[in-house]
């Protein structure tokens, strides 16, 4: 089953905005399965004034954090329902990462994440990004889903065997 998500249906899923909403359209997803989305990477993103001014590329980390929405924004369709402003997504943990190619302006990082496994709270995610078919990176995910009011407690009891707890 084919479905896709434009930047208005994407905010209803994620509560970030600028500079730091990562996914720009979603091309197609399938619940409980798998979730392509895209990031168009100019170069008027904020990043790229200094890193780098005479090479730009983008930053890993916003890479991994493009991935993570995406994969929260599965996770949210996948429950079939849309997060309140009292719903985070934490990121806690990242295993396999793996760079392959630089990242530019002009380039479009096509990113392909499933679903591997859901338990205790904790979703795990296969995930890869491309850029005109080519390997820029993959990784193993995993978040979880909390409360405002529960979140700071919660995540501290997340596993610490190969995590990173974000705040």
């Known amino acids: 089953m084919m479905n896709s998500l434009d930047i208005n249906q994407i905010k209803q899923y994620l509560p970030h905005r600028y500079p ?4 720009d359209r979603v091309l197609n997803w399938e619940s409980g399965k798998r979730i ?7 170069i ?14 983008m930053p890993g980390v916003l890479m991994i954090e493009a991935m993570a929405q995406t994969a929260a924004i599965l996770s949210f369709l996948t429950m079939g329902k849309k997060p309140d402003e009292n719903t985070i997504v934490y990121f806690v943990g990242i295993d396999g990462v793996r760079f392959k190619r630089p990242v530019g302006p002009g380039d479009q990082l096509k990113m392909d994440v499933e679903i591997t496994r859901v338990s205790r709270g904790i979703w795990k995610y296969q995930a890869k ?6 390997l820029a990176l993959e990784a193993e995910l995993m978040c979880t889903l909390r409360t405002a009011d529960d979140a700071t407690s919660e995540v501290a009891a997340v596993p610490a065997s190969n995590t990173v707890t974000a705040g």
């Open 44 to 57: 008027n993103e904020e990043f790229f004034n200094g890193h780098f001014p005479n090479k730009p590329v």
């Open 20 to 23: 730091f909403l990562l996914v």
């Open 36 to 42: 392509t989305a895209i990031k168009n990477v100019t």
């Open 129 to 134: 990004a491309t850029v005109d078919g080519q």
